[in-house]
């Protein structure tokens, strides 16, 4: 396997070439713009709720509608949703959702535009077994799933219906897993047993998805998608998405993080951002991703990477010297900035974490405590917590013992007196020469700090991630970006994509972000960012589904209530899905699971084993909590 073979260029902005799809009049692939995409979450035999929450999706900007049909009466009422759409001018294709009902399928393909389907569970039955296959049983079941399969696709190729192949991590079937396990190759083997049958009988109206909760798990996916379809040479468009990305900006960070770093390899031709939250607001994030790379990106020449020293399916972190709290195997450090604060006092600290209580004389910190603050020319007069360093330009260094200064290369390489125990040393990709690397090889008190001014900055600071890996230079290194007027939301996802690309590959010992805009924010998306990334986990991680017509209860209210009571369990991993269909498989990733089984009836789960099934929705909630409780996983909230 050529190892660099899932991007057009590490160095220099391009998509990936693929064939054009058509969803109805919408093209996906070739030069087509990146396509927005969303899914309702009305019942669809609600024809009327469907139809106006379709309208208020593509009133936002959503060019495909994804409709779910469980069984055929589904699959039959989108014939109504569709004509009561078109009546009413609205042209944009709609897709079916299909999991376990290829007969559903079937019915759909001849009325919509594009009909999902899940390759782990179209066929495939989902028991959560460990079969062993010989050669022979599996190539039996390979000829199952190809009897099952083809007369949807010959309906497809009949009718002009596209097909979405839309792997998810959780729900790779019992033998996909049996061969490959949990993982991203088993993702992309998955799909590429559908490709080889739809290929067999010259159907290629096809794209493709590889999603998962895991970011790290979904991007190397794609990307392993992509190696294996340039050496099969394919190249059908992608769908990009996180799925249960939760809800706020916890599920806006992720599917920045996932998609944006992907969107950076320039690969992506339609993306869905997966919230629990009305369909619409979808829209305006994916709009914001998209927006960044509409027009390409126009960018000075970077030197081409001839080599990657970092494998790009596997994320491991880059090996770097421990130098106080910072490198080895510390978790990424977050860098807070007071450089525009004359005459810091304690309470300017509170937005990075600390908050002084004047009667305890003593500090509080919380779970997004940042670890360095950076006050450039500045100082701070006060005793901090010992957790808190401060970080100050050189020619201001007060040499305190938990101040450390920080040079530019050259005033480091003339510096007199440094610190010997910790220098920051700023470094572009422009002043890596043979001078500045040698300076930098085997001095055991310097981490990094890597600024960019480049138009295509994430690929020019990868750079320079792997001059220094070539040069095997272990000094640990802060990626520090800065954002100028610019938006919160912008902010959010630019940093997201950012820092967490970066992340994705195993890139930068701390993150570094600097901006007028609020300093509570800054830090909380940086936090959120790292946790995104699976990096540096400060708070509750949400696998929350965005919903669907398979849900039979609000869960965007019960995501609220279960967030209140448990938003302080630091790690804890918690699915909350909305049936009990795909529900197990998709949160495969949580701790503790809360599924909803039917009516008013929840199902509770620790890890993929069932607890508690189908109990009242009512106490539901507390019936968690005791849950979580009885593996020792709750602590009481701290009394505010
Ligand atoms: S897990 Fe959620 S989004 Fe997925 S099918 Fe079930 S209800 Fe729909």
């Given at each position: 396997m050529e190892i660099q073979?899932?991007?057009?260029?590490?160095?220099?902005?391009?998509?990936?070439?693929?064939?054009?799809?058509?969803?109805?009049?919408?093209?996906?692939?070739?030069?087509?713009?990146?396509?927005?995409?969303?899914?309702?979450?009305?019942?669809?035999?609600?024809?009327?709720?469907?139809?106006?929450?379709?309208?208020?999706?593509?009133?936002?900007?959503?060019?495909?509608?994804?409709?779910?049909?469980?069984?055929?009466?589904?699959?039959?009422?989108?014939?109504?949703?569709?004509?009561?759409?078109?009546?009413?001018?609205?042209?944009?294709?709609?897709?079916?959702?299909?999991?376990?009902?290829?007969?559903?399928?079937?019915?759909?393909?001849?009325?919509?535009?594009?009909?999902?389907?899940?390759?782990?569970?179209?066929?495939?039955?989902?028991?959560?077994?460990?079969?062993?296959?010989?050669?022979?049983?599996?190539?039996?079941?390979?000829?199952?799933?190809?009897d099952r399969f083809l007369p949807l696709v010959l309906v497809c190729k009949e009718y002009g219906t596209a097909i979405r192949i839309g792997t998810n991590h959780g729900s790779l079937s019992d033998r996909i897993l049996s061969r490959y396990g949990d993982t991203p190759l088993g993702m992309v083997e998955s799909a590429m047993e559908f490709i080889r049958i739809c290929r067999d009988v010259d159907f290629h109206d096809i794209v493709l998805s590889m999603k998962a909760s895991n970011t790290q798990v979904m991007v190397q996916a794609y990307r392993l998608s992509v190696n294996m379809m340039n050496a099969e040479e394919m190249n059908y468009p992608l769908h990009l998405g996180v799925t249960e990305a939760g809800e706020g900006e916890d599920g806006r960070l992720k599917s920045a993080v996932g998609i944006g770093t992907l969107l950076e390899d320039g690969l992506g031709d339609t993306i869905?951002?997966?919230?629990?939250?009305?369909?619409?607001?979808?829209?305006?994030?994916?709009?914001?991703?998209?927006?960044?790379?509409?027009?390409?990106?126009?960018?000075?020449?970077?030197?081409?990477?001839?080599?990657?020293?970092?494998?790009?399916?596997?994320?491991?972190?880059?090996?770097?010297?421990?130098i106080t709290n910072i490198g080895g195997?510390?978790?990424?450090?977050?860098?807070?900035?007071?450089?525009?604060?004359?005459?810091?006092?304690?309470?300017?600290?509170?937005?990075?974490?600390?908050?002084?209580?004047?009667?305890?004389?003593?500090?509080?910190?919380?779970?997004?405590?940042?670890?360095?603050?950076?006050?450039?020319?500045?100082?701070?007069?006060?005793?901090?917590?010992?957790?808190?360093?401060?970080?100050?330009?050189?020619e201001s260094w007060s040499g305190l013992p938990d101040h450390f200064p920080m040079f530019t290369v050259q005033n480091y390489l003339d510096a007199v007196n440094p610190s010997d125990v910790l220098n920051f040393v700023t470094l572009t990709l422009n002043d890596v020469t043979q001078a500045t690397l040698a300076a930098l090889e085997d001095d055991p008190t310097i981490v990094i700090v890597a600024d960019t001014n480049h138009f295509y900055s994430l690929a020019e600071q990868r750079k320079l991630f792997v001059e220094l890996m070539r040069r095997e230079i272990t000094a640990p290194v802060l990626i520090r970006r800065k954002y100028s007027a610019t938006t919160k939301d912008l902010f959010m996802i630019y940093s997201a994509i950012d820092f967490g690309g970066l992340q994705m590959d195993g890139f930068g010992d701390g993150i570094w972000a600097q901006s007028t805009l609020d300093a509570g924010l800054m830090n909380e998306t940086l936090f959120g960012i790292l946790q995104a990334s699976r990096t540096r986990i400060s708070k509750t991680e949400y696998i929350s589904c965005p919903s669907c017509g398979r849900t039979l209860f609000d869960l965007q209210e019960t995501t609220s209530k279960i967030r209140a009571r448990t938003d302080h369990l630091k790690g804890v991993k918690i699915g909350i899905m909305g049936c009990?269909?795909?529900?197990?498989?998709?949160?495969?990733?949580?701790?503790?699971?809360?599924?909803?089984?039917?009516?008013?009836?929840?199902?509770?789960?620790?890890?993929?084993?069932?607890?508690?099934?189908?109990?009242?929705?009512?106490?539901?909630?507390?019936?968690?909590?005791?849950?979580?409780?009885?593996?020792?996983?709750?602590?009481?909230?701290?009394a505010v």
């Open positions: 073979n899932y991007c057009p260029s590490l160095t220099s902005y391009s998509r990936w070439i693929t064939r054009e799809v058509k969803i109805g009049d919408v093209g996906i692939g070739a030069d087509n713009p990146i396509r927005i995409q969303s899914m309702t979450t009305t019942n669809t035999m609600n024809t009327d709720a469907t139809i106006e929450q379709s309208i208020r999706m593509i009133k936002a900007g959503c060019e495909i509608v994804r409709i779910t049909a469980p069984s055929i009466k589904e699959a039959e009422n989108l014939r109504i949703i569709s004509n009561g759409l078109r009546s009413q001018g609205y042209k944009t294709p709609l897709v079916a959702d299909i999991h376990y009902t290829p007969n559903a399928a079937e019915v759909a393909a001849r009325i919509v535009e594009k009909v999902r389907i899940n390759p782990g569970n179209f066929a495939d039955r989902k028991k959560f077994v460990t079969h062993e296959y010989t050669d022979k049983s599996y190539d039996d079941e390979l000829e199952r799933i190809r869905r951002v997966s919230l629990t939250e009305e369909p619409e607001e979808e829209i305006p994030v994916a709009q914001l991703l998209v927006e960044r790379y509409a027009n390409g990106i126009e960018h000075q020449f970077i030197e081409p990477i001839e080599e990657i020293p970092y494998d790009p399916y596997f994320r491991e972190r880059r090996k770097t010297n421990q195997d510390n978790v990424p450090r977050v860098v807070g900035d007071l450089s525009n604060i004359k005459n810091i006092n304690p309470e300017h600290l509170a937005p990075f974490g600390y908050n002084y209580s004047i009667s305890a004389d003593k500090w509080q910190l919380s779970e997004q405590a940042a670890d360095y603050l950076y006050v450039g020319v500045g100082k701070i007069d006060f005793e901090l917590p010992g957790t808190l360093a401060v970080i100050q330009d050189a009990i269909v795909n529900g197990p498989g998709e949160m495969a990733d949580a701790d503790y699971g809360y599924v909803g089984t039917g009516v008013d009836k929840i199902s509770l789960y620790k890890g993929q084993e069932i607890i508690q099934r189908n109990i009242p929705s009512e106490g539901a909630v507390e019936a968690l909590i005791d849950l979580i409780r009885r593996h020792n996983d709750w602590v009481e909230p701290e």
